[in-house]
């Protein structure tokens, strides 16, 4: 059963500040790896994604990677802006066409 | 393009009441997944509809229910409700690899 954990849960950092989101799972056969992001009450917001065979994706100041083989991505964001605060959502898909399994999340506070 | 649809955006209802939950895909999508977050939580698979036949299906009791039109917009029954059933309901849209997109959501409060 595939397992997603992402660390830290919570982080609020200073305006300006690179940061770096951590993203694991524990069945390293995925199709796809999607990162999104949620404003409170609100949808999901796709941020980038990594297809199986890719090690990197970027958009903008966002710049996601992907080591199948040890099980993990991280998320980086660049020069953070109070704009940024939301909750970052790391999702891996099994198969193609298959359901997605979501990690719990990463608050992100960033103070001006 | 309008994105994922759905409708309403939020709902309460009583305990033992039944609720419809409606989705449209992103144009061109066919294949429509739903998920149910709860409060501080990632969102948790309920099914997947894909050429008006349900593919998959996660670890939901049979009260929740779906189906998918041939226009590929689909809907999410939940019968019997429980104060449990209480989360934010997500839907989202796929084509082959090019990865889902969700709509804003259904906030529902059974009470």
């Known amino acids: 059963k595939q397992e997603v954990t992402q660390i830290p849960a919570a982080l609020s950092v200073p305006e300006g500040e690179n940061l770096v989101l951590n993203c694991s799972f524990t069945d390293s056969a995925i199709y796809n790896l999607q990162w999104f992001r949620q404003d409170p009450g609100k949808g999901l917001t796709s941020l980038l994604l990594?297809?199986?065979?890719?090690r990197e994706q970027t958009s903008g100041r966002l710049n996601a990677s992907l080591d199948k083989s040890s099980g993990r991505s991280t998320l980086y964001i660049a020069a953070s802006q109070p704009g940024d605060s939301a909750t970052y959502l790391c999702a891996v898909e099994g198969e193609y066409g298959n359901k997605l399994v979501f990690g719990a999340g990463t608050i992100l506070r960033v103070k001006s | 393009d309008a994105g994922v649809t759905q409708s309403p955006t939020h709902l309460i209802k009583t305990r033992g009441q039944q609720v419809t939950l409606r989705c449209s895909p992103k144009?061109?999508?066919?294949?429509v997944s739903w998920y149910q977050q709860a409060l501080g939580q990632g969102p948790q698979f309920i099914f997947q509809?894909?050429?008006?036949?349900?593919?998959q299906r996660g670890n939901f009791p049979d009260r929740f229910s779906g189906h998918q039109f041939p226009n590929y917009s689909s809907e999410l029954n939940v019968n019997a409700l429980l104060l449990g059933d209480s989360a934010l309901y997500l839907c989202a849209s796929s084509l082959q690899a090019g990865g889902a997109f969700f709509g804003q959501g259904t906030r529902l409060t059974v009470v």
């Open positions: 144009s061109g999508h066919d294949t």
């Open positions: 990594i297809q199986s065979s890719q």
């Open positions: 509809y894909y050429e008006e036949e349900e593919r």
